[in-house]
């Protein structure tokens, strides 16, 4: 094991897209590149009571990497070998900083996809993806990173390794472990290896760009496209304050077209005639759309979706908060976000999910200033107590982190916590895998 404590090194670990600043910088770094080396940093960290906080490309939004003094950050990026792709089982086996976008580029090299796209999967890492249970743009129809992770290899705090799950794609023998670690923030155990399910890639596709008038509408679009029991694979929802962002950054006129914008990608043997469907239902709230086949012209569209986040990151600091609710809320949760905007004076861009009703009000600050306190504190709370009071959840796929752990006792109630601070025991005895986070 190799500890760096140059002040460069740390700084470059401290935090992660989040916009929390930690007041102070962590005592090291260690950057593994093998098995040995994780097994080696926690059985030192056991040894001498040292809080490790495990880290992958670094894009979380909840500070659920972020690192101070009297911890040692965990750096896994170096962990990045496809170690097998087996195409006759649709399986892929992975080191955790594997990036997602690599990891669909191979798959594809055999006619498969791998499911799960945030729209960070050119900078994310799937052992990050793991710790948040992550989503992504076609969480439409096939689900999140849960619905995707088959088994794991783990490193436990005290250095012994742990395999779960299984090779198949059923299977219930024992306790679900796989399950309890997607998700858990890096409080539970290291990732070090992934089996991962892999999909069969489309042979065609077909994609809608529409138009609308204001936000509501294109909420209630979303929501008539649910009820009219359409599953695309993508349903994405981007407001105008995003719009205005692209625009700027790409030199398009998305704006001009409308105060917001739904895009839709249906795939299989059905898609022209699903997205034609699509079309039947988005028309009645657009104010234009338009369809089209064309892999390269679909890219496009699916691409100024991908460039929202960015687009606002270039015009001032961001926090990008990750509610989810009820699909049928969507228009109020997003009418209640426009509201909060109002009321408080803050910038907030959304962007959603679409399709499974989790929404990313983006505060905007200008640079340099503070998104954790004041006024823009003040609207993210809000935006959190919204959803729960449209019978929603404060994170859908970024994870509790630091930032919203004050609230998680609202949604779990105490019995809850309790249970789960049991189970984190029995993982994580002297608690030293990332305190402070998740619950």
Known sequence: MRLLTDEACRAGVATDRSGHR??????????????????????????????????GAGTGLAAGSSASAGEVVLDLSGMDRILDIRPDDQVAVVEPGVLTADLDAAAGVHGLFYAPDPASAAISSIGGNIATNAGGLRCAKYGVTREAVLGLDLVLADGRRLSTGRQTVKGVAGYDLTSLVVG??????????????LRPRPLETATLAAHFDDVV?????????????????????????TLEAVDAARGSALRSLGAAALVVQCDGRGAGAEIDA???VVGKFATTWR???????????????RAGLPALEATGDVFIEDVAVPRSKLAEAVSGIGEI???????????????????????VVERGGTVTQGPPWEAACA?????????????????????????????????SLDVQRGIKAVFDPLGILNPGKGI
Do not use: C, M, Y
Request: glycine share 8%; proline share 4%.
């Open 22 to 55: 930690p007041a102070t910088l962590p005592d090291g770094v260690v950057r593994a590149t093998t098995v040995d080396d994780v097994v080696e940093t926690l059985r030192w960290a056991t040894e001498n009571r040292t809080p490790v906080v495990t880290r």
């Open 383 to 415: 935006v959190f107590d919204l959803a729960l009071r449209l019978g929603g959840t404060l994170t859908g796929e970024h994870g509790v982190g630091l930032l919203k752990r004050t609230w998680l006792k609202t949604e779990l109630g105490e019995d």
């Open 217 to 241: 509408a294109a909420a209630a679009a979303a929501a008539a496209i649910t009820a009219a029991r359409l599953q695309p694979s993508v349903l994405e929802l981007v407001d105008s304050v």
């Open 341 to 363: 905007s109002a009321r408080t004076g803050v910038r907030i861009a959304t962007i959603a999910h679409a399709g499974d009703g989790n929404l990313h009000p983006i505060v």
């Open 291 to 305: 369809a089209t086949t064309d892999p390269v012209e679909a890219e496009e569209l699916l691409a100024a979706r």
């Open 184 to 197: 858990s923030e890096g409080t539970l155990a290291v990732v070090v290896g992934a089996t991962l399910r």
């Open 278 to 280: 699509v079309a039947e």
